[in-house]
């Protein structure tokens, strides 16, 4: 895939990733349960490869909060960009590192979800921990 067609996609995963939550947030229950923010860095990662999907998940729960104020900045996107980050990179990396066959999809996806979450309490973690 060319470079334009990268910053194409990677630009329009950024606005789905901004723009998805509120589907699910006019809904207090079901949005507490499932953030669709995750799932446009996930296709990032997958089609853009590892570096567009790192930087795609750092970048869009941060500007979420600076232009919508939503999640609030520290300690919830702070400690998302670092979760997401961790998303794109891994699927994009590890859907071009397996071979080529539908079970590795869903490898990826397990892995970058594991070491993702992983990631998010070891920030939240240090988080909770500093008097800000």
């Known amino acids: 895939m060319n470079r334009i067609r990268k910053i194409v996609l990677a630009g329009l995963m950024m606005a ?3 723009v998805l939550p509120f589907v699910t947030g006019q809904i207090p229950q079901i949005g507490s349960m499932l953030c669709p ?3 446009p860095v996930l296709l990032c990662g997958f089609f853009c490869g590892a570096p567009w999907g790192l930087g795609v998940g750092f970048i869009a729960p941060i500007l979420r ?4 104020g939503m999640p609030v900045m520290f300690p ?4 998302m960009a670092f979760e997401l980050a961790a998303y794109g990179f891994v699927a994009g990396w590890l859907y071009k590192t397996l071979p080529k066959k539908k079970l590795n999809v869903y490898v990826a996806l397990l892995c970058a979800m594991t070491i993702g979450r992983m990631l998010w309490g070891s920030v939240m973690f240090v988080c909770m921990g500093l008097d800000v």
């Open 16 to 18: 789905l990733g901004i």
């Open 37 to 39: 923010m995750h799932i």
């Open 65 to 68: 909060s600076f232009v919508l």
């Open 76 to 79: 919830t996107a702070f400690c």
